[in-house]
Structure formats: structure tokens, C-alpha cells
């Protein structure tokens, strides 16, 4: 590596380090402390769940290994007796945070009556978000070989999967579900426009229905096979399976290998669209395709079985293509070519999140992704103009894909944007 990268890393190593430390958060529970890193000051101020997996990510490369165990450890407390883990905790009240009522924790959360004052609040919310806790977990274990450690957590993240390859896919068809835009984590892309004009209208439904998934799958209006959180799972289950490898475990590790290559078979089987050369998200039981190119169409790139020739047509066609993804700041939320795409994020016209800026998480996946399928120059490249992203406008939410300035409206401070250390 020449010098001058060199230097930039550790200057993004440092500034990485200080920054988790700042959002750095700890709270007693039950007579226990847990110490875990919220996404934003700014604008997030609890714990999320695949922040805090990209969190543990930052933290082991930056030798943080106790905290990133003990970020895992405090998503894990809250998990179901189903083996179901939800996307929000709520380590304290709302309104001691005078967030706007009903912001977060009403609708996202079970109870009914939890707005009247006084009344005991709900500790998560009742939806989910991209499965990335397995590649969290083995991370930590390849930097601290902590086997025992290992072993103790295994039988809950198992849990977890199994939870969620069962209840989420309803129809059985190796397709994961999600029920509201923002299970994804990517809450107001295009590609939820025609199942969800009103993601919180979505989420005022599921409430409805007690966010009961055999309610939800019978009458709910938003139930979507999401190409992003499933290939997550996808590449989630391969890295269970390893971890099982690695605990003698040869029974779990066939079985999680069998699930993974069948989310692979069912994303080319039902979401592959040979003639525009894309994956799109199946909209409701009748699986309609969500035919708006955004980033969601491109993480298949993450898995490791996905054939050479898709691979090839989705990088070559899309994912490098400069009136598509491959701007100046690469990669686009959304194709620049669509419709719908836009960089304006002013929240009073509501254009929403995710609608046409740059990330860093859909960066760090997708830079792996494109290193894994052979092509080592485009992830180098990406790597790089994040890193400059970074260097330039601080650690934001998202990025103008054209100039590289940080969104006006993005969060500051932003957690998992520390990505970069990894990149
Ligand atoms: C935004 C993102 C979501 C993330 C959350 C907390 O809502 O869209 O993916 O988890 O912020 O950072």
C-alpha cells in the first residue's frame, strides 16, 4: 500500500475510534450494565439492530473487542423466546428525549395504550431488520478466537435464523418476507412506492393486526420477498454454517449450508429478471415484480454462489454503469436514470430516505461483493471515493452522489459510516 493511503487510514481509524466512543452508551437492565453504540446523536439516539452489527464490524478492526462483544451481547437480551430480535431497544424513554410522541415507539411497538403518560413503555419495537448478526459474530470471532465465547452465543443466533427462515416465509419458498419499508432498513426507497404509498400508514395496519404474521400474511397490505434483506440472509446462513463448522457442529453446518444455497436458488428462480438483467422484489401474495432499479436489485452481488454470468450482466450493465449507479460517488440509492430518483432531502417535501444518495453500508457490501465476483478494480475504486466521502464531509448518513457533499438533512456522527476502516 503506498504511503499516503496509509496515512488516510489511520487518520480514518482515529477519527473512526472517537467517534464510537462518543455515541458510546451504557444502561442498566435487570441489575445488569450493557454498553452498546447508538447510530446518530443527532437523530437516532437508541440501539438498531444491523447498526450496531456494522458497529461490532468498525469496532473489531479497530481492536475494540470487548465492546464489540458487548454490543452483541445487548441486542441479545432482548431476544424472544421465538428467537425472533427486533430492530429497535428502547434502553430509555421517549419522551425524556423529547422526541416527537409516536415518533418511534408507538407505532413501532405492540401496545395500544403505551402513549398515555405514565404508563410503562415497550423496551423494542416489533419489526426487524437485515439479518447481518451472523458475519457480526464471526467477525468477532476471527479476531479474538474466543471459542467459548462462540459456543455460548451460537445456539441464540441459530435460533434467530431458524425464527426468521420459518415465520418469515409464510409461503415456504425460500423467500423471507418483510412487513413494513423500514424492516429492510432502506424506509422510503422507490421500490416500496406501489406496495406502500405510506410506509407509516404500513405500519399502522401491522399494528392493527398485533403485528401477528399469519394476520398480516392473510390480510396485511404490504408483504414483500425484499431482494436486499434476502440476500443478507443469504450470505448470513453460508457464514452460519461456517461458524457451526468451526464448533464441530457438522449437523447445523449442513443444515444452514442447505438453507443458504436455497435462498440463492429462490432469488434466481423467482426475482431474476433475465431480460433487463436485474433482481426485483416480489410485491404481495400474488408476488408482483417491483420493477424500479434501485441499490436493493444489486446485493445478490454479495453472494458467493450467485452464477458468474448474472454476476457479470449485473455489474457490467448496472452496477458500473454511469447513468445508472456508477456516478461521481458511487453507488446510487437508486438508478440516477429512474424516474423517482432524486439527491434533495429536505423532510418538508418529504422525498424521503433513500431515494437517490450515497451510503457507506450499501458501499462496504457491495465493495465485498464486487471483489469476491473478480472485479478488483471497480471495489478498489469504490473503496476509495467512500474513504473520500468520508475524509471530506465527516462520518454523515448519506452523501450526494454527484458532488460528494454530505446530505443537508443526514444524520451526524453517523455510526455505521465508520464502515470505512474496513474498507
Ligand atoms: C435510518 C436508516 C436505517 C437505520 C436507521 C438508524 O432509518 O434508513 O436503515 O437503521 O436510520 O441508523
Known amino acids: 500500500m503506498e504511503r499516503s493511503n496509509l496515512k488516510t487510514d489511520e487518520e480514518l481509524k482515529k477519527r473512526a475510534w472517537r467517534l464510537l466512543e462518543e455515541n458510546r452508551r451504557t444502561a442498566v437492565w435487570q441489575g445488569k450494565t450493557y454498553t452498546f453504540t447508538i447510530p446518530s446523536p443527532t437523530h437516532y439516539p437508541f440501539q438498531w439492530f444491523w447498526d450496531s452489527c456494522f458497529h461490532v464490524i468498525s469496532l473489531t478492526k479497530l481492536e475494540e473487542i470487548d465492546r464489540a462483544k458487548g454490543e452483541i451481547e445487548s441486542l441479545l437480551v432482548w431476544q424472544k423466546p421465538s428467537g425472533e430480535i427486533n430492530h429497535i431497544v428502547y434502553y430509555w424513554d421517549q419522551a425524556k428525549m423529547k422526541l416527537a410522541p409516536g415518533a418511534w415507539n408507538w407505532l413501532d411497538t405492540k401496545p395500544f395504550l403505551s402513549f ?32 467459548q465465547w462462540l459456543k455460548e452465543i451460537f445456539p441464540k443466533i441459530a435460533h434467530y435464523y431458524r425464527w426468521l427462515t420459518v415465520t418469515r416465509d409464510p409461503d415456504r419458498d425460500g423467500l423471507i418476507s418483510i412487513i413494513a419499508p423500514y424492516e429492510s432498513g432502506l424506509d422510503q426507497s422507490p421500490a416500496y412506492d406501489r406496495a406502500a404509498p405510506n410506509g407509516r400508514g404500513i405500519l399502522f395496519l401491522d399494528k392493527l393486526f398485533c ?10 397490505q404490504f408483504l414483500v420477498e425484499d431482494v436486499l434483506m434476502n440476500s443478507i440472509l443469504g450470505k448470513n446462513l453460508r457464514v452460519l454454517a461456517q461458524l457451526a463448522q468451526e464448533l464441530k457442529k457438522p449437523e447445523e453446518a449442513r443444515e444452514f449450508g442447505k438453507q443458504a444455497n436455497r435462498v440463492t436458488q429462490a432469488l434466481l ?75 434533495d432531502d429536505n423532510p418538508k417535501v418529504d422525498s424521503g430516505l433513500w431515494r437517490g444518495p450515497t451510503w457507506v453500508a450499501t458501499n462496504w457490501f457491495l465493495s465485498k461483493g464486487l471483489e469476491q465476483h473478480g472485479f478488483a478494480k471497480e471495489a478498489r475504486f469504490l473503496a476509495d471515493k467512500t474513504k473520500e466521502l468520508v475524509l471530506r464531509g465527516g462520518f454523515r448518513e448519506y452523501y450526494d452522489p454527484f458532488t460528494g457533499e454530505p446530505g443537508q438533512h443526514s444524520a451526524l456522527n453517523f455510526g455505521w459510516s465508520t464502515l470505512v476502516v474496513d474498507l
Open 269 to 343: 428462480a423467482k426475482c431474476w429478471d433475465e431480460e433487463g438483467g436485474m433482481f426485483w422484489n416480489l410485491d404481495g401474495r400474488e408476488e408482483r415484480s417491483a420493477k424500479i432499479k434501485t441499490i436493493i436489485s444489486l446485493m445478490p452481488l454479495i453472494l458467493e454462489d450467485l452464477p458468474k454470468d448474472i454476476a457479470h450482466r449485473l455489474v457490467q450493465e448496472h452496477l458500473t454503469n454511469p447513468q445508472e449507479f456508477w456516478t461521481n460517488y458511487p453507488i446510487t440509492s437508486v438508478a440516477a436514470n429512474e424516474e423517482t430518483f432524486t439527491v
Open 116 to 147: 398515555i403518560p405514565f404508563s410503562p413503555k415497550p423496551k423494542t419495537s416489533a419489526l426487524i431488520q437485515p439479518p447481518v448478526l451472523a458475519q457480526a459474530v464471526e467477525r468477532i470471532f476471527q479476531k479474538s478466537h474466543d471459542r
Open 211 to 220: 403485528y401477528r404474521m399469519p394476520l398480516i400474511d392473510r390480510w396485511g
